[in-house]
């Protein structure tokens, strides 16, 4: 059974930064992109980061471009997600998603894709 599970969030004064992880159980997911979503009170879940099967290649939203980083161990099958110089707006709960297809990009929210339980970012002001 596959399994994602979210660890590192927190509240964190704004201007700070915090390491998401995400771990990956269940299989081998080698050949899979894997990508951050967070979804704030009222709001819907939105696309923040992905990253290519093999580490290659990346891409942001434009909200997070310059400030975070995402990036991934695919011996440990975890995806990460450094965030600096954050900003209360970036409070939200973030999850971690892989999709069920090989090397499909994941960038918008399926929900027939894997998911993890989220952690929650705090940024105060």
């Given at each position: ?107 918008t929210v399926k929900v027939d894709d894997y998911w993890g339980q989220g952690t929650q ?5």
């Amino acid at each position: 059974q596959v399994q994602l599970v979210e660890s590192g969030g927190g509240l964190v004064q704004a201007g700070g930064s915090l390491r998401l992880s995400c771990a990956a159980s269940g299989r081998t997911f080698s050949n899979y992109a894997m990508g951050w979503f967070r979804q704030a009170p009222g709001k819907e879940r939105e696309f923040v980061a992905t990253i290519d099967w093999n580490g290659d290649n990346t891409y942001y939203a434009n909200s997070v471009k310059g400030r975070f980083t995402i990036s991934r161990d695919s011996a440990k099958n975890t995806v990460y997600l450094q965030m600096n110089s954050l900003e209360p707006e970036d409070t939200a709960i973030y999850y971690c998603s892989v999709p069920k297809t090989p090397y499909r990009m994941v960038m918008t929210v399926k929900v027939d894709d894997y998911w993890g339980q989220g952690t929650q970012v705090t940024v105060s002001s």
